[in-house]
C-alpha cells in the first residue's frame, strides 16, 4: 500500500529532488498535497504530473493566480493557516518539511500532533522550537525522520548503537567558497560569491548560511535535540570534499561515518523509506576518484556564526530563537545589499546581547521570542 506523503516547500532545491526520488518510485508514494511559496509556474507543472488533492501558496496573490487556471480535482488551500491544514488531511501519513526559515515550526507541530510521521529538511523548527517539538513527538508517538545530509548520516550511524554507546557526534562541513580568505578579504565579499557555493547546489539562503558556518551552527542546535547529546559533545570539523557527511565517536574510541556523493537525493530518499533501503538514481561513490580527504578545524574568529550557535545553545531556552530570527533577517538584508557579509553575525551578536529569555519557554514564548528577535534586527538594519 503507498504512502500519502505531503511536500511542504515542494519548488525549493529539497522539494524538487524529494519528488525525483517519489517519480522513481510511484508505487510506493502519492503526492496528496504540494506547498510552495509563490513559483506558481512549478507549481503548476508539479500538479499536473503528480496529481495532488490540495495545493497552497504562502503568496495570496500567487494563490489567486493558481485558482484562475482551474484545476480539476485540486483543492487549493490559502491563508496563514494552510500548510497546517494540509499536513492535518486524513489520506496524509508522511509530510516532508523543506520550507525555508520558521515557517516551518507550526506546521511541523500540526503534522506530529495530528499523528503523521515527518521527514524533516527544516532545521530552523528545532533550532527555534527544539523542546516544544521534542516533546510532542514523544507525547504523539511519531517518527521525526533527519533530512539534512548531516543529521541523515548520524542517524544512519547509530544504528544498532545503544545509547550509552554514543560518546560524540562529529558534523561536517564544506567549509564554504571563504575557507581561505582573510578577514579583510571576507569584508569585501559580494552576493554573487557568497551564493557559489562549492560543492552543494541549494537554495540563497542555506548557501550564504553555509557561507558564514550559521548552517552547520544550527545543524549544532538540530542535532543536540534529534540525538540528545549537550553541545560540548558535538564537534564540526571541516572537510572541504563533501564526501564524509557525518561521523559517531563511540564510548570505546571507534568511529563511524557515513560516505556519498554530495546528492540530496540520497538522504531524501533515506529518510521517505526508513528503515529500508532501496536502489537510488544518485551517483556510486569512487573512493579512487575521490583520491583523497581533508580534515580541519573551523576558524570560530573569522566565521563567528558557529561561535553564536554553541554560545545561544549553551544558555538554551529562547536564545537559539532569537539566534535564529536574527539571522533570517540578516541574511535577507545581505542578499539585498542593504548591509556587508560580515555584518551578519556583528548584528546576530547585538540581537542575543540584548534579549533577555525565557529558559523553559512553550509555544506563545518561542514566537514571541521569534516575533521580537525580527523586530530588533530590522529596525537595526534600517538604522
Not at 31 to 43: E, I, K, M, P, R
Not at 46 to 54: S, V
Not at 235 to 249: D, G, K
Request: charged content about 25%; glycine content about 8%.
Amino acid at each position: 500500500m503507498s504512502l500519502g506523503i505531503v511536500i511542504l516547500g515542494s519548488t525549493g532545491s529539497i522539494g524538487t529532488q524529494a519528488l525525483d526520488v517519489i517519480r522513481s518510485m510511484p508505487e510506493r508514494f502519492r503526492v496528496v498535497g504540494l506547498a510552495a511559496g509563490s513559483n506558481v509556474g512549478l507549481l503548476e507543472k508539479q500538479i499536473e504530473e503528480f496529481r495532488p488533492k490540495a495545493a497552497s501558496l504562502a503568496s495570496i496573490e500567487a494563490a489567486h493566480k493558481l485558482q484562475e487556471r482551474n484545476l480539476p480535482g485540486l483543492e487549493i488551500l490559502t491563508g496563514p493557516n494552510a500548510m497546517e491544514e494540509m499536513v492535518e488531511r486524513e489520506d496524509v501519513d508522511l509530510v516532508l518539511n523543506a520550507v525555508v526559515g520558521a515557517a516551518g515550526i507550526l506546521p511541523t507541530l500540526a503534522a506530529i500532533r495530528a499523528g503523521k510521521d515527518v521527514a524533516l529538511a527544516n532545521k530552523e523548527t528545532l533550532v527555534a522550537a527544539g523542546n516544544v517539538v521534542m516533546e510532542a513527538v514523544k507525547e504523539h508517538n511519531v517518527r521525526l525522520l533527519p533530512v539534512d545530509s548531516e543529521h541523515s548520516a548520524i542517524f544512519q550511524c547509530l544504528q544498532g548503537v545503544g545509547d550509552r554507546d554514543l560518546h560524540k557526534v562529529i558534523l561536517t562541513a564544506s567549509g564554504g567558497p571563504f575557507r581561505e580568505s582573510t578577514k579583510e578579504e571576507l569584508e569585501r565579499v559580494t552576493v554573487g560569491e557568497a551564493l557559489a557555493h562549492p560543492t552543494w547546489n541549494m537554495g540563497g539562503k542555506i548557501t550564504i548560511d553555509s557561507a558564514t558556518l550559521m548552517n552547520k551552527g544550527l545543524e549544532v542546535i538540530e542535532a543536540h535535540w534529534l540525538f540528545q547529546v549537550p553541545p560540548e559533545r558535538i564537534e564540526v570539523v571541516i572537510h572541504p570534499q563533501s564526501i564524509v557527511h557525518s561521523l559517531v565517536e563511540l564510548s570505546d574510541g571507534s568511529v563511524i561515518a557515513q560516505l556519498g556523493v554530495a546528492d540530496m537525493r540520497l538522504p531524501i530518499q533515506y529518510a521517505l523509506t526508513y528503515p529500508e533501503r532501496l536502489n537510488s538514481p544518485a551517483e556510486r561513490l569512487s573512493l579512487i576518484e575521490v583520491g583523497r580527504l581533508d580534515f580541519e578545524a573551523p576558524d570560530v574568529e573569522r566565521f563567528p556564526c558557529l561561535r553564536l550557535a554553541y554560545e545561544a545553545l549553551a544558555v538554551g531556552g529562547t536564545f537559539p530563537t532569537v539566534l535564529n530570527a536574527a539571522n533570517e533577517v540578516a541574511v535577507q538584508a545581505f542578499m539585498q545589499g542593504r548591509i556587508g557579509f560580515t555584518d551578519i553575525p556583528r548584528l546576530i551578536e547585538s540581537a542575543l546581547e540584548q534579549h533577555r529569555g525565557v529558559i523553559k519557554p512553550d509555544l506563545e514564548d518561542i514566537l514571541e521570542a521569534d516575533r521580537e528577535g525580527r523586530e530588533y534586527l530590522i529596525k537595526l538594519v534600517n538604522s
